[in-house]
């Protein structure tokens, strides 16, 4: 069990660019979440993948984030045109099966620095 | 709407001392319970979690929390802590239906002292 691996741990960016973080869930996990989280506060839910199936994704923040996982595998998240505000901590998160219950599994998230 | 409220921003304590750490939730549906732990500069860890049964639960690092229902509370406590203990810890809630987001509470920071 290697976890889940987020990369690139940092991004620093100017404003206006556009970034992508990648996540590797845990193999055989088929669901798939991206959090946010800023200073001094708890995860923020963004979305959510079953397999390839984006099945939740009205918490995203805007028309500027977006993310995929083709083939079910590894996901990635795009944020277009970065803000001051997106500066943060984006998590990625994995669990197995399709019982509610399971628990999600974190990685150490790539930080986000806006200049 | 699920919501959490870990009202200790900040729990300073001496080593080998007990300690709680807060949470009460809101829902209007059943929910599961989460306590993840969180150090500097990683990803959150699950420490325990309450999916149903015994109402006392324990996790990893000597932690147990205990649901109660008619508070709608889950606190977080450990007998005697350590400094390696020190991080923040964060309550969380889900639904037990539909996908399992977890709605988080704003975290208690947990500061061992010798």
């Known amino acids: 069990d290697t976890g889940v691996s987020q990369n690139p741990r940092h991004k620093i960016t100017k404003r206006g660019q556009n970034v992508t973080f990648r996540c590797d869930p845990i193999?055989?996990?088929?669901?798939l979440y991206w959090y946010r989280q800023t200073l001094g506060q708890g995860p923020e839910f963004l979305t959510y993948?079953?397999?390839?199936?984006?099945?939740?994704k009205s918490r995203l923040l805007s028309d500027r984030f977006s993310a995929e996982r083709p083939k079910g595998s590894f996901s990635t998240l795009e944020i277009q045109r970065t803000e001051q505000g997106d500066s943060a901590m984006y998590l990625c998160?994995?669990?197995?099966?399709?019982?509610?219950?399971?628990?999600?599994?974190f990685g150490d998230g790539t930080r986000l620095s806006i200049l | 709407a699920q919501s959490v409220t870990q009202l200790d921003s900040q729990v300073p304590v001496f080593e080998e001392a007990p300690v709680e750490l807060r949470c009460n939730y809101s829902?209007?549906?059943?929910?599961?319970l989460f306590w993840y732990v969180q150090y500097p500069n990683q990803g959150l860890q699950l420490l325990l979690k309450y999916l149903s049964g015994s109402t006392l639960v324990k996790g990893i690092n000597g932690f147990e929390a205990e649901f109660n229902k008619s508070q709608t509370s889950f606190h977080l406590r450990k007998p005697s802590v350590h400094i390696s203990d020190t991080a923040e810890y964060f309550c969380?809630?889900?639904?037990?239906?539909?996908?399992?987001?977890?709605?988080f509470g704003t975290g208690t920071r947990l500061l061992v002292s010798p």
């Open positions: 969380a809630v889900s639904h037990d239906t539909g996908f399992q987001k977890l709605v």
């Open positions: 993948f079953q397999n390839e199936a984006q099945l939740e």
């Open positions: 998160a994995s669990s197995f099966g399709t019982a509610t219950n399971q628990p999600q599994h």
């Open positions: 193999s055989e996990h088929n669901r």
């Open positions: 829902s209007s549906v059943s929910v599961y």
